[in-house]
């Protein structure tokens, strides 16, 4: 396999189920990485599994763009009816969330008439060309793959932890509107109301309300990218709903099937129709296996309240991590943070530096391997662990994954120092 693809562990997987993954060798693991926040409804659900295979029967792909099929239609209404964007809305699916992001940008370009994009520092949107462009970290994501599409701009994101205030980050979107292209350029606007791979910095809902009522004055599309933070990650259905906003576009993706590839934009039904027919869509998008399986997933998410449970989970684990802070004997936590189940630590070498320790998380992650936890990283530099527990996991085993968490982290922190 080639060398950039890489693997976060050296375990095999063989089998899953809801929390758990059994690796080849036989040693059982609680996962905390959920596949990267797409089996918040845990692994082979049920329900899920039993949506899956009853369309299987049927069929498996016959291209929508060729003979339609009505759990897609079914599915963009549901989206219509939930996501947090005006009504009328419209939807369309394709696979991955990256393609999501691509055709965000597609329908707002072909609805504005614009050609700017603007994003923000340490944004993850995908590894297709517009994806790295908007990204806004370099390594591992866009180093020696330029040159990228023009006309997408980055500005600062509002993180007070690493220095960047609210009124920072305007000041640069203010600063780019006067320095390198006028607001009437600007298409859009795409932000994660949380950054996944930036390091779970959580956007100030005064912020994300600015950003909307800037994007009102200069006729510019807002794009909420809800793809790691959608599907009731952050407790509440999407992110956005926390700022009691709505965006023009919403890319969503991983939850949204539960493991089978499926991703999707919803919006302003004007926006979503501005392109011309034949325009938008793709041989393998809206899979019907995997509509069927987005089907099941949002019905387990209202049934089983995952909204909820993704609540208790994160305090669960909120708690437990400022308990570890106040450890003066490990002195390396650096901020703890969260919205609903979508929380991180931020290991620095020590307090008063606060200098980031990206070796310290390599040697937690690895420690926590040998113990049975699946475990993330993410973050600018590589410091944050990332809590993505399925939000169907029980409290107990949240627990005993949090207990190996922490003897991991002591064990990392005297094995680094
Ligand atoms: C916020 C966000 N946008 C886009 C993507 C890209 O999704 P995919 O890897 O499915 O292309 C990701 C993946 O991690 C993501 O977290």
Same mark, same amino acid.
């Given at each position: 396999?080639?060398?950039?693809?890489?693997?976060?562990?050296?375990?095999?997987?063989?089998? /899953?189920?809801?929390?758990?993954?059994?690796?080849?060798?036989?040693?059982?693991?609680?996962?905390?990485?959920?596949?990267?926040?797409?089996?918040?409804?845990?692994?082979?659900?049920?329900?899920?599994?039993?949506?899956?295979?009853?369309?299987?029967?049927?069929?498996?792909?016959?291209?929508?763009?060729?003979?339609?099929?009505?759990?897609?239609?079914?599915?963009?209404?549901?989206?219509?009816?939930?996501?947090?964007?005006?009504?009328?809305?419209?939807?369309?699916?394709? &696979?991955?969330?990256?393609?999501?992001?691509?055709?965000?940008?597609?329908?707002?370009?072909? $609805?504005?008439?614009?050609?700017?994009?603007?994003? $923000?520092?340490?944004?993850?949107?995908?590894?297709?060309?517009?994806?790295? /462009?908007?990204?806004?970290?370099?390594?591992?994501?866009?180093?020696?793959?330029?040159? $990228?599409?023009?006309?997408?701009?980055?500005?600062?994101?509002?993180?007070?932890?690493?220095?960047?205030?609210?009124?920072?980050?305007?000041? &640069?979107?203010?600063?780019?509107?006067?320095?390198?292209?006028?607001?009437?350029?600007?298409?859009?606007?795409?932000?994660?109301?949380?950054?996944?791979?930036?390091?779970?910095?959580?956007?100030?809902?005064?912020?994300?309300?600015?950003?909307?009522?800037?994007?009102?004055?200069?006729?510019?599309?807002?794009?909420?990218?809800?793809?790691?933070?959608?599907?009731?990650?952050?407790?509440?259905?999407?992110?956005?709903?926390?700022?009691?906003?709505?965006?023009?576009?919403?890319?969503?993706?991983?939850?949204?099937?539960?493991?089978?590839?499926?991703? /999707?934009?919803?919006?302003?039904?004007?926006?979503?129709?501005?392109?011309?027919?034949?325009?938008?869509?793709?041989?393998?998008?809206?899979?019907?296996?995997?509509?069927?399986?987005?089907?099941?997933?949002?019905?387990?998410?209202?049934?089983?309240?995952?909204?909820?449970?993704?609540?208790?989970?994160?305090?669960?684990?909120?708690?437990?991590?400022?308990?570890?802070?106040?450890? &003066?004997?490990?002195?390396?936590?650096?901020?703890?943070?969260?919205?609903?189940?979508?929380? /991180?630590?931020? %290991?620095?070498?020590?307090?008063?530096?606060?200098?980031?320790?990206?070796?310290?998380?390599?040697? %937690?992650?690895?420690?926590?391997?040998?113990?049975?936890?699946?475990?993330?990283?993410?973050?600018?530099?590589?410091?944050?662990?990332?809590?993505?527990?399925?939000?169907?996991? &029980?409290?107990?085993?949240?627990?005993?994954?949090?207990?190996?968490?922490?003897?991991?982290?002591?064990?990392?922190?005297?094995?680094?120092?």
């Amino acid at each position: 396999m080639a060398r950039g693809v890489g693997h976060a562990t050296a375990i095999y997987a063989k089998r /899953a189920k809801n929390a758990e993954i059994w690796s080849e060798d036989g040693r059982r693991y609680i996962d905390f990485a959920a596949g990267i926040a797409v089996v918040n409804t845990g692994h082979q659900h049920p329900k899920i599994i039993a949506a899956v295979e009853e369309q299987l029967r049927a069929f498996s792909h016959v291209c929508f763009q060729v003979t339609p099929y009505e759990t897609y239609i079914r599915l963009a209404e549901r989206l219509n009816a939930i996501a947090p964007v005006p009504r009328p809305a419209k939807t369309m699916l394709v &696979s991955t969330g990256a393609e999501a992001v691509e055709n965000a940008v597609k329908v707002a370009r072909a $609805f504005t008439g614009r050609p700017g994009i603007v994003s $923000f520092s340490g944004g993850f949107h995908g590894r297709t060309h517009m994806g790295m /462009a908007l990204t806004g970290k370099v390594v591992p994501y866009k180093k020696g793959f330029g040159p $990228f599409p023009a006309d997408v701009y980055n500005v600062a994101f509002p993180d007070t932890y690493h220095g960047v205030t609210v009124e920072q980050s305007l000041q &640069s979107l203010n600063s780019l509107f006067k320095h390198a292209a006028d607001p009437s350029s600007i298409a859009a606007i795409i932000i994660e109301p949380v950054q996944g791979e930036g390091g779970f910095n959580i956007a100030p809902f005064d912020f994300l309300r600015a950003l909307r009522a800037l994007c009102d004055e200069h006729s510019i599309l807002l794009v909420a990218d809800e793809i790691q933070t959608g599907f009731a990650r952050t407790g509440r259905m999407f992110a956005l709903e926390h700022a009691g906003i709505k965006a023009d576009v919403v890319a969503l993706a991983k939850g949204l099937a539960g493991g089978f590839p499926l991703s /999707a934009i919803t919006g302003r039904a004007d926006v979503m129709d501005a392109s011309q027919v034949g325009g938008l869509g793709g041989t393998y998008a809206g899979n019907p296996v995997a509509c069927a399986a987005a089907h099941a997933v949002l019905d387990v998410i209202e049934e089983e309240k995952l909204c909820k449970r993704a609540n208790t989970i994160g305090k669960i684990i909120l708690d437990r991590c400022n308990r570890i802070k106040q450890r &003066s004997n490990l002195n390396c936590v650096g901020d703890v943070r969260g919205l609903g189940a979508m929380c /991180a630590i931020e %290991l620095v070498k020590d307090v008063s530096s606060g200098e980031p320790a990206p070796q310290l998380a390599a040697a %937690l992650l690895k420690t926590a391997n040998e113990k049975g936890l699946i475990l993330l990283s993410c973050g600018m530099n590589g410091n944050v662990i990332r809590f993505l527990v399925p939000l169907t996991a &029980s409290d107990a085993l949240v627990r005993e994954g949090m207990d190996i968490f922490e003897e991991g982290l002591t064990e990392a922190v005297n094995r680094t120092a």
